[in-house]
């Protein structure tokens, strides 16, 4: 990791994880007002992108609002938002597309998407976290993906935390899939690169121009270096600074939080 922090200088916008880096559970986590307050006062550009699936932009704007931060829908990127930019650059607009998740992935594919749904016989099948996963629904993305659909993976997390512990997440049911049908999934969500390349295509940025705010090494951070943007971890979520040593995924910097993260900002500002 470097101290020189030059680099900072050359940053024009940030990309944010949002549990453990602007909260954890219900709590506000220390610096969340004081760097949106910030960033709308500089005028710096920022997305807010997460591999849930099962939550709408409009939940994510209602979040931050409870905790005093104004944003617009359009910053916050879901993995099903994700998957559905893809599913356009990828194919063309009549493709039939199959889906496995909650209604808020159904939503962003179908109702804002466009796309045409077909769960018998799809071109495409996707498969996000759903929480009423049972064995028709691995049937029928079975069948479809046996049939020569392409399989398509909103995010690759085996397990979610929750109040009871970590219980199944999407690579759970990919794991049930790629078992039944022995095809690997084109997965869109972090540590892979998509939803990295969509946050710089969106922001009109190169990579190294935008910082990626995460807690966890071998997502946010690990994605976010794949594709050579800056990154810096928060030790307030999932990963701490001795993993860096064991896991050999090394962030551009670490910050305790969003307070010393803010500092490091307004320092290269000032030095501009
Ligand atoms: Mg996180």
């Known amino acids: 990791m470097s101290d020189d922090l030059a680099w900072l200088k050359e940053i024009r916008a940030l990309v944010f994880d949002m549990d453990?880096?602007?909260?954890?559970?219900?709590?506000?986590?220390?610096?969340?007002?004081?760097?949106?307050?910030?960033?709308?006062?500089?005028k710096v550009p920022y997305l807010l992108a997460t591999n849930n699936s099962m939550s709408t932009q409009q939940m994510y704007v209602e979040r931050l609002a409870g905790h005093g931060v104004t944003v617009p829908k359009e910053t916050i990127v879901t993995s099903g938002?994700?998957?559905?930019?893809?599913?356009?650059?990828?194919?063309?607009?009549?493709?039939t597309v199959g889906a496995v998740g909650m209604q808020?992935?159904?939503?962003?594919?179908?109702?804002?998407?466009?796309?045409?749904?077909?769960?018998?016989?799809?071109?495409?099948?996707?498969?996000?976290?759903?929480?009423?996963?049972?064995?028709?629904?691995?049937?029928r993305a079975c069948l479809?993906?046996?049939?020569?659909?392409?399989?398509?993976?909103?995010?690759?997390?085996t397990t979610l935390p929750t109040e009871e512990g970590l219980v199944p997440g999407c690579g759970a049911m990919i794991a049930a899939l790629v078992a039944s049908t022995d095809v690997q999934p084109t997965v869109i969500g972090k540590p892979e690169k998509y939803m990295f390349e969509l946050a710089c295509q969106r922001l009109g940025l190169q990579p190294h121009e935008v910082l990626m705010v995460g807690d966890r090494l071998d997502t946010d951070i690990l994605g976010a270096?794949?594709?050579?943007?800056?990154?810096?971890?928060?030790?307030?979520?999932?990963?701490?600074?001795?993993?860096?040593?064991?896991?050999?995924?090394?962030?551009?910097?670490?910050?305790?939080?969003?307070?010393?993260?803010?500092?490091?900002l307004k320092g290269a500002r000032d030095q501009q």
Request: hydrophobic letters at 45%; glycine letters at 8%.
């Open 20 to 42: 453990g880096v602007l909260w954890r559970g219900k709590e506000a986590l220390p610096g969340l007002n004081a760097i949106f307050d910030w960033m709308r006062d500089e």
């Open 81 to 95: 938002i994700a998957v559905r930019d893809y599913l356009r650059a990828t194919y063309p607009p009549d493709v």
């Open 104 to 139: 808020a992935l159904i939503e962003v594919l179908f109702d804002e998407g466009g796309f045409t749904r077909d769960d018998r016989r799809p071109q495409v099948q996707v498969v996000g976290t759903d929480l009423h996963f049972g064995y028709d629904d691995i049937k």
């Open 144 to 157: 479809a993906i046996r049939a020569g659909a392409a399989f398509v993976a909103t995010n690759p997390d």
């Open 225 to 264: 270096n794949r594709i050579g943007a800056r990154t810096v971890l928060v030790l307030t979520g999932v990963s701490q600074r001795q993993e860096i040593v064991t896991t050999g995924i090394e962030p551009t910097f670490v910050a305790a939080d969003l307070v010393e993260l803010l500092d490091r």
